[in-house]
């Protein structure tokens, strides 16, 4: 049976790479059917921030990872927390003193202090001066209430082990240091309670970054000296961002809660950092945690570094909006659209499912909406469009024909008002873009709208929709007593070239 844990430090805000982590060390466990558990790693009181912890709860909470186990009533599991668990870490390193996998270690802060010093980079390792104490000369000192630290032996060699991603993967042992595993105030070290609570939790697999591959073989030097099985390790690629470099919280790259604030969803993030790394070897990209659960598979993890591209996770959140029901994203889209829109009588549903389609970040909706309010100054170059088959003229003598048909707007639905503009357009030989696209140009003021002209008369309601067609009208010049429509002269040789333009094949 399968289990996993995710076992952060709460060292600050949670990051994508740190959610990607636990995503994993979820799916792995689930997939299979295993279980999978949160560990706080917070024994190291130095690198502690208040605060990191509820971010961390939160974060998971949100993102839909929950543990199968740990302190707490009935289903809903607590975290284990190593500092308020009962396991005296100290046994475990005595152990290890005895099996000589560890040793006493009394130098005291000045004398470590100058050996750094001394040093030609300033970071020399711990020389083991204290190895060389006899049994005796430990013993005596321990008595006499020395403080002391205990130190992992690395001993000569070279440590080799197997990643599930990476292979085989050899270290040099002379590359590590005598770490400590106990400090001076008796508490564990985490990497020390790591391997304590890896064992004791009978963790099966660890999956975690990739800056871990090379600190691997001394958690696996520990494991052997106590006679302990080896658990299995996953480890995942680097997250690079648009500059190739490592995200880091200073390069300005976002955390979790930044994103959420931002307005993606965690369905999206969830799924976007699945994929970061990992493919589930088809062309899916759209997956949900239960899908995921259900294809991941770890042969689909790969180890060069994935890029964090904004632009894809952009249009990640857009489908997962598409994806979800009207009703649910009216409620997240109420507030930005009550924000955005003021004028009176407007369904804010309608605007809603309007948007829905069109946004990648709910902050796009006053961008798209701004129009309804306030008219927007505009061109008359935007009555121009090629594919439409429209330009200034045309859309003046559209705007023209439907005033002069204003008589035939009796109903004031979509449907109704969609089908007079198409019959205006057909009495006048007219493409039926060629009606549509200036009557929306003329009612919007810009160049892209989230709904086509029918929608938006519906929407700003018959005495708004003339006064805005009179508007653009009055841009157009078409307003004048003198103004001759060209569609009144179809039958006039002279003007059969603006006719042709006019009927020219367009789709609308
Ligand atoms: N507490 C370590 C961290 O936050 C965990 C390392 C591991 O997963 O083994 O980085």
């Given at each position: 049976m399968i289990r996993t844990r995710y076992a952060p430090s709460p060292t600050g805000s949670m990051h994508i790479g740190n959610l990607r982590t636990a995503l994993f060390?979820?799916?792995?466990?689930?997939?299979?059917?295993?279980?999978?558990?949160?560990?706080?790693?917070?024994?190291?009181?130095?690198?502690?921030?208040?605060?990191?912890?509820?971010?961390?709860?939160?974060?998971?909470?949100?993102?839909?990872?929950?543990?199968?186990?740990?302190?707490?009533?009935?289903?809903?599991?607590?975290?284990?927390?190593?500092?308020?668990?009962?396991?005296?870490?100290?046994?475990?390193?005595?152990?290890?003193?005895?099996?000589?996998?560890?040793?006493?270690?009394?130098?005291?802060?000045?004398?470590?202090?100058?050996?750094?010093?001394?040093?030609?980079?300033?970071?020399?390792?711990?020389?083991?001066?204290?190895?060389?104490?006899?049994?005796?000369?430990?013993?005596?000192?321990?008595?006499?209430?020395?403080?002391?630290?205990?130190?992992?032996?690395?001993?000569?060699?070279?440590?080799?082990?197997?990643?599930?991603?990476?292979?085989?993967?050899?270290?040099?042992?002379?590359?590590?240091e005598d770490q400590i595993l106990i400090k001076s105030d008796l508490l564990p070290t985490y990497n020390f309670a790591n391997v304590v609570d890896d064992h004791l939790m009978k963790i099966t697999h660890v999956v975690r970054g990739s800056e871990y591959l090379s600190s691997t073989p001394k958690y696996n030097l520990l494991y052997e000296a106590l006679g302990w099985e080896i658990p299995q390790y996953i480890h995942l690629p680097l997250i690079v961002n648009e500059n190739g470099e490592k995200l880091a919280k200073r390069k300005g790259d976002m955390s979790f809660e930044q994103l959420v604030k931002i307005g993606f969803l965690p369905e999206a993030i969830i799924n976007f950092i699945a994929l970061l790394g990992w493919s589930p070897q088809d062309n899916r990209e759209i997956l949900s945690l239960q899908e995921l659960t259900e294809c991941f598979n770890i042969k689909g993890l790969s180890k060069s570094p994935s890029k964090f591209d904004i632009k894809k996770l952009l249009w990640m959140n857009g489908e997962y909006f598409k994806k979800m029901p009207d009703g649910e994203f009216f409620e997240m889209a109420k507030s930005h659209i009550a924000n955005a829109v003021k004028r009176k009588g407007i369904d804010a549903k309608k605007l809603a499912e309007m948007v829905k389609t069109r946004i990648e970040l709910l902050s796009d909706i006053p961008g798209l909406l701004d129009f309804i309010d306030e008219l927007p100054n505009y061109d008359i170059s935007l009555f121009t469009h090629k594919k439409m088959k429209t330009d200034s003229q045309i859309a003046g003598d559209a705007l023209n024909a439907v005033m002069d048909n204003i008589r035939?707007?009796?109903?004031?639905?979509?449907?109704?008002?969609?089908?007079?503009?198409?019959?205006?357009a057909q009495d006048i030989g007219y493409k039926n873009s060629q009606v549509l696209w200036p009557v929306r140009t003329a009612l919007s003021g810009k160049p892209t709208s989230p709904c086509g002209a029918s929608e938006l008369m519906e929407l700003l309601g018959r005495e708004e929709t003339f006064a805005r067609i009179i508007n653009a009208m009055n841009l157009l010049g078409v307003n004048s007593i003198n103004y001759v429509p060209s569609y009144k002269r179809v039958n006039d040789a002279a003007s059969k070239d603006s006719v042709n333009v006019a009927t020219g094949g367009a789709n609308e």
């Open positions: 060390e979820y799916l792995v466990a689930k997939s299979q059917g295993g279980t999978f558990i949160m560990r706080l790693e917070d024994t190291d009181t130095a690198r502690y921030v208040p605060g990191a912890e509820q971010i961390i709860y939160d974060t998971l909470k949100t993102a839909g990872l929950k543990y199968d186990e740990g302190p707490g009533v009935g289903g809903d599991y607590g975290p284990y927390v190593q500092s308020r668990r009962k396991t005296d870490y100290l046994v475990y390193a005595e152990e290890l003193v005895k099996r000589g996998g560890a040793y006493y270690c009394f130098c005291d802060k000045e004398r470590l202090a100058k050996l750094h010093e001394t040093s030609a980079d300033g970071a020399a390792k711990y020389d083991r001066f204290c190895l060389s104490f006899s049994k005796e000369e430990v013993a005596a000192n321990l008595a006499a209430g020395k403080k002391y630290v205990i130190r992992q032996l690395i001993p000569e060699g070279q440590t080799t082990f197997t990643d599930l991603v990476y292979g085989d993967i050899t270290v040099d042992n002379s590359e590590m035939k707007f009796t109903s004031w639905d979509n449907t109704s008002l969609y089908e007079t503009l198409v019959e205006i």
